[in-house]
T-cell receptor, first 110, second 113 residues
Framework: SQQGEEDPQALSIQEGENATMNCSYK?????LQWYRQNSGRGLVHLIL?????REKHSGRLRVTLDTSKKSSSLLITASRAADTASYFC??????????FGQGTRLTINP | DAGVIQSPRHEVTEMGQEVTLRCKPI?????LFWYRQTMMRGLELLIY????????DSGMPEDRFSAKMPNASFSTLKIQPSEPRDSAVYFC???????????FGPGTRLTVL
């Protein structure tokens, strides 16, 4: 069953703009991760935020987590054409199991 | 490291035929996951192993699906008999137990006619 729900389902912006994607989930989690999937490829891990963290940065990525609202956001700053991909949130349940959302399809227009 | 290796990359078969998908995890990883991705249902976890032992197979859709991991460097997902609704991209992923980060293979695109 799907745990995370990404919003929006699709996002199209101009190169250089910032992109924000949101994820909501239903049950308690140990951690929340974001993955990227380029067309026709496997998923690539971007960043992990633990349930006791509120914000995390990695390069142009910024992730926030609000456990009281059961939501997370992924911000990509200064977007590039190469950022065009689908982005998935995944909630960690237990030691290993991840439950993925349906994803946000991001298009960066040159 | 070559990453997670899956074969074949594409498989086209006819309904009723047996299909075997193969996966070689990253050397040293002791957890292995099989996922299925479709437009309608998204990415679904089918089964995962730790130290070659199946831990959770609750996502396996029906008895037609089976998965094995005979050793630390090889796993198979078998569908017998295959049906058109099994058409999807099947991903294998591996990780170190407790690390949470999973490394995905390139996937096998299965088409059942």
């Amino acid at each position: 069953s799907q745990q995370g729900e990404e919003d929006p389902q699709a996002l199209s912006i101009q190169e250089g703009e910032n992109a924000t994607m949101n994820c909501s989930y239903k049950t308690s989690i140990n951690n929340l991760q974001w993955y990227r999937q380029n067309s026709g490829r496997g998923l690539v891990h971007l960043i992990l935020i633990r349930s006791n963290e509120r914000e995390k940065h990695s390069g142009r990525l910024r992730v926030t987590l609000d456990t009281s609202k059961k939501s997370s956001s992924l911000l990509i700053t200064a977007s590039r054409a190469a950022d065009t991909a689908s982005y998935f949130c995944a909630t960690g349940e237990g030691a290993q199991k991840l439950v993925f959302g349906q994803g946000t399809r991001l298009t960066i227009n040159p | 490291d070559a990453g997670v290796i899956q074969s074949p990359r594409h498989e086209v078969t006819e309904m009723g035929q047996e299909v075997t998908l193969r996966c070689k995890p990253i050397s040293g990883h002791n957890s292995l996951f099989w996922y299925r991705q479709t437009m309608m249902r998204g990415l679904e976890l089918l089964i995962y192993f730790n130290n070659n032992v199946p831990i959770d197979d609750s996502g396996m859709p029906e008895d037609r699906f089976s998965a094995k991991m005979p050793n630390a460097s090889f796993s198979t997902l078998k569908i017998q008999p295959s049906e058109p609704r099994d058409s999807a991209v099947y991903f294998c992923a591996s990780s170190l137990w407790g690390s949470n980060e999973q490394f995905f293979g390139p996937g096998t695109r299965l088409t059942v006619l």
